[in-house]
């Protein structure tokens, strides 16, 4: 999971959701303020981990 510094505030991405965002973080210059792998933090696109918990 990144978090990515933006125009509009800070957002966490998942690799799966990044490619979504591309364009707009090449055109607004989104930077990463650093990479985090918790089970607790959630995408704020699809609101999922980057971390499988297994059962």
Known sequence: MKLWVTPNG???????????FEEQIRSEKWRVAFNELD???RCSHCKHSDVEIPD
Not at 10 to 20: F, K, N, S, T, V
Request: aromatic residues 8%; proline residues 7%; charged residues 35%.
């Open 39 to 41: 089970q607790m933090l």
């Open 10 to 20: 800070d957002r966490w991405l998942c690799d799966e959701c990044q490619p979504e």
